[in-house]
């Protein structure tokens, strides 16, 4: 079971705004095609947004109808340039397609038209590939916070649809399950998309993962009440210092995790690390429709004049964080020294 | 404008499940149909459950076919005992059915049937309009806490249709709108059931007052940003030391607006005060059926299979308070003093 298949030539995607009620499956031909995806989150996460940069690439040198290697790389560079603009807080995108980009432009003299669309496609199947194996790796890395009989709560969806493999936050939890650890999992509904009740839920009923939705407001009230032993989640970016950009909602669960003296850990891969954002703050986060908030599942719940204020992503501060868990081990507080050690382990 | 009618005969109330889309007025003759609108969030709101709960056990007496002036005031206290145990969390509720038992038991030995029926009417009455009065002048004592431009983050509904009169939270925002103090404010949609995307935003745009909404877990996130000046919510039931139950996200709220070093105001008339409770953990907290979770106005959102945890109301310790404004002035730490004081001014 996948989210995203490419099959050298076209891009096909579960669409995750139809789930659960239906398997959707939409093929991407063109560029246009992939952004209208992204930015209507019909495909979404952090890592598998950068999966789908990377083969939007791709599929722009295979498709473009210029006749040198140039103009070929030309096209795949417009197509980065446009796909990297659509979602602007997950860093895994621009991440992605920069590397795609770059293994390309390391060929792009020497190589034929042919040659620089399979050195594109290699390194975005190398990606996904690579995020496969993140997964796994934060899979495992990540067991040292669930103790048997845990009572994990996560928040939005982190799992085989929004990475190249089974998931971050979600990765550990199914492992957590798999390894016969007798876990109970609080999955909150994430509004305003609905992303933990449509898709974390689909997943672990797929999964045979015991669960319960709760209202995102009722995240904290639980940690208050000492019925949860540890929050773990993903990330859509972070920063140099150990803020966490993720899904709106995030921070008011570290809050009251700290509040509650419970674990809040982060699971995502290293390419979700900016060394170069110096702090949450500096992070861009995306302001989304307010239709979004005003209407429920296509019907209009406000009234006519009411607006809304839609960020997506929240940030939380470094100081609440307990541990980050990444596919080359865990990072710990002070999370400036351990990051840059983590991403840049020769300097 | 009113959430709820009594002619003297029958209770007539406005379906707040309805709202927006449609005004429905329901008229209740019977304590079952009384029940049924409660338990069913027909109407709801710890005031008016309270003023129903009263007009509930006039109205038993009314239609007693019972001979005897005790055998009608037996009447009247076997709907009380039924109602009061329609919704646990809110104290007005039991509050008001038990005052207009006393005032009913008070004159039982001397009064005739008509007697005791007006005495219990009388009482219902009297107990709405003292929460409309208690309403104005909560509006009034809490508009030290909104200064001019504020920008006011509420959270649920607690407006005309769930007190008597023009709300407690609500009614403050209110009257700094009408006072031209060119307020914004800020309104969670209030999962699940919705009443700030329903209600709120209903009355707020009838009002004319400037408003947006805000998913649930946007709250905490906005307070962080500096983007809030006043958090003001209500209360179902507030106890000696000065723990409030409110609805569910309200503790979220509470411990973001600690966080952001940003006053966090309880309005709610004294009714709401229940010094026979010492401490929150006591405040009996109900749990309401998970398909207001698993599926959304109507439409199933989680897999089959998923459950839910569905808490209606969480509480918020003492020391996240600000400030409690009731219609006898603000009550501020230390809380147990204070209540006390307020409540039980004689001793």
């Known amino acids: 079971m996948r989210g995203m298949e490419w099959n050298g030539r076209e891009i096909r995607i579960l669409d995750q705004t139809r789930l659960p009620r239906r398997e959707v499956w939409l093929t991407l031909s063109t560029t246009a095609q992939i952004a209208r995806a992204i930015t209507g989150m019909r495909i979404r ?99 040292e916070f669930v103790v048997p009989g845990a009572r994990v709560l996560t928040h939005c969806n982190t799992g085989l649809l929004c990475t190249g493999g089974s998931g971050t936050a979600l990765g550990v939890i199914r492992l957590a399950h798999e390894s016969g650890k007798d876990i109970k999992v609080l999955a909150t509904e994430t509004r305003p998309l609905l ?69 809040f850990v982060v699971a995502a891969p290293v390419s979700t690390i900016d060394l170069a954002v110096p702090s949450g703050d500096l992070i861009p986060v995306e302001e989304r429709s ?37 596919e080359r081990g865990v990072v710990r507080p002070p999370f400036a020294e351990s990051l840059r050690a983590l991403v840049q382990p020769s300097s």
Chains 1, 2 share one sequence.
């Open 45 to 143: 996460g952090a890592p598998a947004l950068g999966i789908i940069g990377a083969y939007g690439v791709a599929q722009a040198a295979l498709r473009s109808k210029a006749k040198t290697t140039l103009g070929v790389f030309r096209d795949a560079e417009k197509a980065g340039a446009v796909l990297a603009f659509t979602r602007p807080t997950a860093v895994n995108l621009a991440w992605a397609i920069n590397r795609t980009l770059d293994a390309g432009r390391a060929v792009v003299e020497s190589a034929d038209r042919d040659a620089i669309v399979k050195t594109l496609a290699e390194e975005a199947n190398f990606i996904a590939e690579e995020d496969a194996r993140a997964c796994d790796a934060i899979a495992r890395v990540g067991q």
């Open 195 to 263: 992303q933990g009740a449509r898709l974390t839920a689909w997943e672990l009923g797929t999964l045979g993962v015991p669960h319960a939705l709760i209202p995102d407001s009722a995240g904290p009230a639980l940690l208050s009440r000492g019925e949860v032993d540890v929050v773990i989640v993903g990330a859509d970016r972070i920063a140099a210092n150990g803020d966490v950009a993720n899904k709106i909602g995030t921070y008011s669960l570290a809050l009251a995790a700290r509040e509650a003296g419970v674990p």
């Open 290 to 326: 307010p239709d979004e908030v005003l209407s429920v599942l296509g019907t209009r719940v406000a009234p006519v004049g009411t607006g809304a204020v839609n960020p997506a992503f929240d940030v939380t501060p470094a100081r609440f964080v307990t541990a980050i868990v990444t």
